[in-house]
């Protein structure tokens, strides 16, 4: 059974940073793509931040230069550093994973999210 728990989430102020962390249990963080995405108040969820199994990484153009995203082997656990938060980055962020080494845009699992709020 695969389980992805998010954790990192919290209060900060503009142009702070936070690192979100994605602890995965019944499957590799190596194996698989894996991301990040965000639903904003009252808005639709959306893609932050992919990475495949190879190590390829995509993101969204309005965190470019800003997030990071990673794996660490190791620990089977998934991280978006944020840096230079703006308040339009607040929302709830999830983990996902996709049951194939490349990444589709569907996601099979989900973590249960955890809340970035950035006060202006």
């Known amino acids: 059974q695969v389980q992805l728990v998010e954790s990192g989430g919290g209060s900060v102020q503009a142009g702070g940073s936070l690192r979100l962390s994605c602890a995965v249990s019944?499957?590799?963080?190596?194996?698989?793509?894996m991301g990040w995405n965000r639903q904003p108040p009252g808005k639709a969820r959306e893609g932050v931040a992919s990475?495949?199994?190879?190590?390829?990484?995509t993101y969204a153009d309005s965190v470019k230069g800003r997030f990071t995203i990673s794996k660490d082997y190791t620990e089977n656990t998934l991280y978006l550093q944020m840096n230079s938060l703006k308040a339009e980055d607040t929302a709830m962020y999830y983990c996902?994973?996709?049951?194939?080494?490349?990444?589709?845009?569907?996601?099979?699992?989900w973590g249960q999210g955890t809340q970035v709020t950035v006060s202006s």
């Open positions: 990475i495949e199994s190879d190590g390829t990484t």
């Open positions: 019944g499957s590799l963080v190596s194996a698989y793509c």
């Open positions: 996902a994973q996709d049951w194939r080494p490349h990444c589709s845009g569907d996601w099979d699992y």
